[in-house]
């Protein structure tokens, strides 16, 4: 039962560098969701998808971009690093709210991101 | 936009104290206040709130909401040193183009010592 699975856990980007982060969800949920965290922010959304092929922009976007080609899969790009961007980025899943009694998001592990 | 606020950000108390910990919120499209516990990696699902006034219990957590003052509250009794942890609140939207929408507060750090 693996959830919601991100790749990579950590990861060292030089300023100005590209990559890509990866979300896989098993549980067939309908919706997707990037955030990142920050001592004494909370978590604050980025990207967010309600179903395959869509995609929408969260609270932060900026420097940010996302893609859902397939159900289970929910990437998101860094296409130029910027220290700013330094976090720990968190996916989550759910079904659709309100399809079941307890509803919540499933998170994943978490990518320690650090941009020098 | 939508808007999640916790009081207090930190906490410090000793074994056996009862803290409670809050939660403000202006959701549009409100639906439920969700309460997360987080403490090394990914948040844990606590509770999900979606009518006012009715308790929601599990062991020595508790927590209610108030939707006309647009408030929760967690409380924990005879705290013990595995509650220290970051506690989210946030506030779900379920409207339009936000539906599904999770807006998350700051946390609140509570620190139990022994």
């Known amino acids: 039962n693996a959830g919601v699975t991100q790749t990579p856990k950590f990861r060292v980007l030089k300023t100005g560098q590209s990559m890509t982060l990866l979300c896989a969800q098993d549980m067939n949920h309908e919706y997707m969701y990037w955030y990142r965290q920050d001592p004494g922010m909370g978590l604050r959304l980025i990207h967010y998808?309600?179903?395959?092929?869509?995609?929408a922009k969260g609270e932060v976007p900026d420097g940010y971009n996302v893609s859902r080609l397939k159900k289970q899969n929910f990437l998101l790009g860094l296409e130029s690093a910027a220290p700013s961007q330094t976090s720990v980025y968190f996916c989550?899943?759910?079904?659709?709210?309100?399809?079941?009694?307890?509803?919540?998001?499933?998170f994943g592990s978490g990518t320690r991101l650090t941009v020098v | 936009e939508d808007k999640v606020v916790q009081s207090p950000l930190s906490l410090v108390v000793h074994e056996g104290d009862t803290v409670t910990l809050n939660c403000s919120y202006e959701?549009?499209?409100?639906?439920?206040l969700l309460w997360y516990k987080q403490e090394k990696k990914a948040p844990t699902f606590l509770f999900m709130l979606t009518s006012s006034g009715i308790e929601k219990k599990s062991g020595r957590l508790s927590s209610i909401l108030d939707k006309k003052e647009l408030f929760s509250i967690l409380n924990i009794t005879a705290t013990q040193t595995g509650d220290s942890a970051i506690y989210l609140c946030a506030g779900l939207n379920a409207g339009g183009t936000s539906y599904g929408k999770l807006t998350f507060g700051q946390g609140t750090i509570l620190t139990v010592h022994p």
């Open positions: 959701v549009t499209n409100f639906r439920s």
């Open positions: 989550a899943s759910s079904p659709l709210p309100g399809t079941v009694p307890s509803y919540g998001y499933t």
């Open positions: 998808s309600v179903g395959e092929g869509t995609t």
